[in-house]
């Protein structure tokens, strides 16, 4: 399961608190370096540390964090915005990681804008990526905190359709995977099926259905460990040896080690 260490950074004027997950002695193929990022709300890296213990499990050291104004990271919810989720992020990717570690990153809900903001940042560094019942949002919207008019911007109706996550994702050669639940009440299908579509034009792509889940999908994985290893079994699995055309969708895989390209 490894070592789960609780540290706090100081990151973006604020103290920004991490878990990070320990593999322990030995070294695995592909070592690969894992960030989990929690969505809004009171989204927290307290329901995602079962998560990264599971990659942690597998021989790759992973973190969970608080953005500033979740979880026990100070600063006020009101004053973050999605570029300081990006900057937060980077930065606890550089303490924790260093610069060369291949990267998989994990997000749910808001945190889908910040995967492809990291992904653009990083380039191919990102070897893996999963999307778990992710949204995305506008560029009129991305600098602005979330309380000084944010909320408006994404509310005009298909604000996310300017978003720079689709463009970003298209260009993604890595593995992909989207998870989506059986209910999502909050984010709007032409938004998933904008993201699978661009995840699918040059990843390697898979998709994943979580039966009974609804968009929380934090909260159910934390209490799901057979779906944690679908989905960690399906970021993991090893390419295949011929790949087949970026736009096909395939079944979660059930493969060990992690071979970028």
Known sequence: MGVVHKTVHPIDGEQLSVYTVDPGPGTVADRIGVVVMHGAGNGSKERNL???EDFAALGHPAVALDFSGHGESTGELRDLSLRRRRHQAAAVIEKVFGADLPLALVGFS?????????????GGRVAALAACAPGIYGTEAWDVPFGSGFTELIRRPDSWRTSSA??????FNGRALLVVPEQDAVIPPGVTDLVRTSL??????SELRLAGADHR???WLADHPEDRQRLVSALLRPRPSVPGPGSDVRSAGTGGGLRSS
Do not use: E, N
């Open 50 to 52: 079962p998560l990264a």
């Open 110 to 122: 808001m945190s889908g804008q910040t995967l492809a903001d990291l992904v653009a940042l990083y």
């Open 166 to 171: 689709p463009g970003t994702f298209a260009r």
């Open 200 to 205: 699918a034009t040059k990843a390697d792509f």
């Open 217 to 219: 999908l934090g909260a």
